[in-house]
Nanobody, 129 residues
Framework: VQLQASGGGLVQPGGSLRLSCLVS???????????IAWFRQAPGKEREGVSC????????YYLDSVKGRFTIFRDNAKSTVILQMNDLKPEDSAVYYC????????????????????WGQGTQVTVSS
């Protein structure tokens, strides 16, 4: 399985961005597909889970600071997982990564980076006026 993240960029506070994670090598609707997630890391800070989605069951996990502003969803036809980010704030600036767990390791409602074994490259999000 390979992941390719895209959609980052520079946006003003209050703006929106849509991040995409293209998944190749396995269908998102495969019964072997377990969980996919978005993480972010800002300079000098630890990586944190933004949103984690178990493909079957459970509501998605969202970091408290993004609840009500970010939405994670799948487009199975395009084999893509989307992170829609609205009302962006400067503190959302970071490199965003998508990751997947195919080993049925991830526990919910947690969003822990060490439970995800396959990672895509990051995409930079900068929120600034």
């Amino acid at each position: 399985v390979q992941l390719q993240a895209s959609g980052g960029g520079l946006v003003q506070p209050g703006g929106s961005l849509r991040l995409s994670c293209l998944v190749s090598g396995m269908r998102l609707d495969s019964p072997d597909y377990y969980a996919i997630a978005w993480f972010r890391q800002a300079p000098g800070k630890e990586r944190e889970g933004v949103s984690c989605l178990r493909v079957r069951g459970y509501e998605p996990y969202y970091l408290d600071s993004v609840k009500g502003r970010f939405t994670i969803f799948r487009d199975n036809a395009k084999s893509t997982v989307i992170l829609q980010m609205n009302d962006l704030k400067p503190e959302d600036s970071a490199v965003y990564y998508c990751a997947t767990d195919l080993g049925f390791v991830a526990t919910f409602p947690n969003c822990l980076d060490y439970q995800y074994e396959t990672w895509g490259q990051g995409t930079q999000v900068t929120v600034s006026s």
